[in-house]
């Protein structure tokens, strides 16, 4: 079975520019978890899809957004984007929101903002 | 508030010896999934293991095992018998299940150097 997959790997972009990264989750996975790493604050939360459907979203400004379609691929976006914004964003998928359902992450995608 | 916490930022072990990464956590829900992940550096987070908070028996995958001590609240990783492709970032996570959703919270990593 393949994994998450994500695109593209990498990516640069200048300041206010915006960015969509896509995500296609383990076939069979319906749950869609989209993080942030960077040096400074590690790994944060941004939102999670399941059916097409917002569950839960983190501590990010509105610039940030995302969906979720109907054979569970996810997309995130990044408006006005700033340096701040460089990090490895990684998606994570699962079979649902079930006890024990554990989390499988895709390999990443590197965003350099400029 | 959830928190998980790993107060050791980097760690040696000899080859093929045993290694304890430390990892507590705090939150105040009684339904509760604790998560390790090791991060190469290519960057791909590969799930370890999972221990449910209502599970009496510590969780073992292969060479992992997770030291689950509930009053403690404490989700140490035990890894035995270390190999030069163990040297990694490894993170503790922690889920809240008692409601609907997956979002999981991150401990700051200990980075785990294996020599031979």
């Known amino acids: 079975k393949a994994g998450v997959t994500q695109t593209p790997r990498y990516l640069i972009k200048t300041r206010g520019q915006q960015v969509t990264l896509s995500c296609s989750p383990i076939?069979?996975?319906?749950?869609v978890s989209w993080y942030q790493q960077t040096p400074g604050q590690g790994l944060q939360f941004l939102f999670e899809y399941f059916s097409e459907t917002q569950r839960n979203k983190g501590n990010f400004p509105g610039r940030f957004s995302g969906r979720q379609f109907s054979n569970s691929r996810s997309e995130m976006n990044v408006s006005t984007l700033e340096l701040g914004d460089s990090a490895l964003y990684l998606c994570?998928?699962?079979?649902?929101?079930?006890?024990?359902?554990?989390?499988?992450f895709g390999p990443g995608t590197r965003l350099t903002v400029l | 508030a959830q928190k998980i916490t790993q107060t050791q930022p980097g760690m040696f072990v000899q080859e093929k010896e045993a290694v304890t990464l430390d990892c507590t956590y705090d939150t105040s829900d009684q339904s509760y999934g604790l998560f390790w992940y090791k991060q190469p550096s290519s960057g791909e987070m590969i799930f370890l293991i999972y221990?449910?908070?209502?599970?009496?028996q510590n969780a073992t995958e292969g060479r992992y095992s997770l030291n689950f001590q509930k009053a403690r609240k404490s989700a140490n990783l035990v890894i035995s018998a270390s190999q030069l492709g163990d040297s990694a970032m490894y993170f503790c996570?922690?889920?809240?299940?008692?409601?609907?959703?997956?979002?999981?919270?991150f401990g700051q990593g200990t980075e785990l150097s294996v020599k031979p």
């Open positions: 076939s069979g996975h319906r749950s």
């Open positions: 996570a922690m889920r809240e299940e008692g409601n609907q959703g997956g979002k999981l919270i």
């Open positions: 221990q449910g908070s209502y599970d009496e």
């Open positions: 994570a998928s699962s079979l649902g929101l079930a006890r024990g359902n554990e989390q499988f």
